[in-house]
């Protein structure tokens, strides 16, 4: 992979996340709420009047309160300013990945899908690095709640104060969580890339079936020597069959590691609290591990509360992978069919 190439991957991935971060953000909002540990003291409210904020009950009468609506861009700034280089990185690494293990690992003993399962892990663990500490900031301003709804300074710059003064010091409270979010992102990406890249290739295949056309014939992307007036029509056909392949693949691994996901919440939203004490109950401490705060989340609702957000996360995903993967590879087309444009 050249150096321009590998520029033009980095300028896609950064150009699509930041593209879809701005769009899904509020429903990551929402969804943070839901399956944070104050929820049903800070977020919801009881239907029966004789329900109070310990939320003993079995939920049926427990609803949203305004406050879950209140503030869905709080914390934009941390991500924005981490995501464009950790979608960059993501995207360098798994496409220089999927050559490297193709040719290091035959085909007749790892399939296909392996290896994209393979390079999208790697990809992965080398993005979490960055994405780590921006998103214990961001959880924990998704949550903050301000007196008399008033908007004063960061949301973002708040909760990096908040991780700042919590026990254990920055250096560690800000790694809080690497192991959750990495334990949620590589199963997720694991099986999200190879259903991706399948539905990818069955899209491409029935399209070339019913009408073969310039694209169609070369099942993933226009190639280097199209001509500038057949491009605006396959850069729509590369974005929609790219946008509903990640969105389909999205929503069916977001449903899955939703147990993770919550988990990977509690966590980071224990940093940010400034007295993580031994006493605390293992999903309010920063120190707990995931186990432990799994095991919290079990004895509290169950399953269900395992799965909390479930419907909500598979829908903002599918939303966000189509968005995401279908702008990365209409950015990437773009970007290498046109260098005299550039």
Known sequence: MSDSTQTEIIMAGALAAFTVDLLVYPLDTIKTRYQSQDYRSVFAQSCSGSGSGSGSGSGSGIRASSNVFKGLYQGIGSVVFATLPAAGIFFMTYESAKPVLGSALPSSIIPQPAIHALASAAAELASCLVLTPAEI?????????????QSSGSTSMEALRMVWRSAGGPGRRLWTGYTALAARNLPFTAMQFPMFEF?????????????????????????????????????????????VSAALSGAVAAMITTPTDVVKTRMMLAAGRANNVKLRPPERRADASGLEVAKAVFRERGVRGLFRGALLRASWTALGSGLYLGSYEVAKSWLRERPSER
């Open 137 to 149: 900031v961001k959880q924990n301003a998704q949550v903050l709640q301000r007196a008399g709804g």
């Open 199 to 243: 539905f990818r290739g069955h899209l491409w295949k029935r399209r070339h079936q019913r009408g073969p056309g310039r694209v169609a014939s070369y099942g993933t992307a226009p190639p280097a020597h199209a001509r500038a007036v057949d491009l605006a029509p396959d850069l729509v056909e590369t974005g929609l069959v790219t946008g």
